[in-house]
């Protein structure tokens, strides 16, 4: 079973920038789309960045033009790079990433890493 694990969170102040990383144990085929997800207390599970196989790239309207997706194939890696921090950015990120599996799209995700947005 491939896991994806995160890094990168942590506190910062408003204005200020972190790039997390999402690593997966293995090479993971037929890859459909990935992205980043996120949670703030009390509020549902929201979509910041996704990237499909066919490079579109589409961010939530909240985030664009502050926050970057990439992904490095020879390490496995995905990226969200995030710049000029808002509070409410703060939240739980998740990276996803689905496959097309013999049955249908297969998920993996991420335990999620907290990113904390000081004003």
């Known amino acids: 079973q491939v896991q994806l694990v995160e890094s990168g969170g942590g506190l910062v102040q408003a204005g200020g920038s972190l790039r997390l990383s999402c690593a997966a144990s293995?090479?993971?085929?037929?890859?459909?789309?990935m992205g980043w997800y996120r949670q703030a207390p009390g509020k549902q599970r929201e979509l910041v960045a996704r990237?499909?196989?066919?490079?579109?790239?589409n961010y939530a309207d909240s985030v664009k033009g502050r926050f970057t997706i990439s992904r490095d194939n020879a390490k496995n890696t995905m990226y969200l790079q995030m710049n000029n921090l808002k509070p409410e950015d703060t939240a739980v990120y998740y990276c996803?990433?689905?496959?097309?599996?013999?049955?249908?799209?297969?998920?993996?995700w991420g335990q999620g890493t907290q990113v904390t947005v000081s004003s």
């Open positions: 990237m499909t196989s066919t490079g579109r790239i």
């Open positions: 996803n990433i689905d496959r097309e599996g013999r049955f249908g799209t297969v998920g993996y």
């Open positions: 293995a090479t993971i085929f037929n890859i459909d789309a």
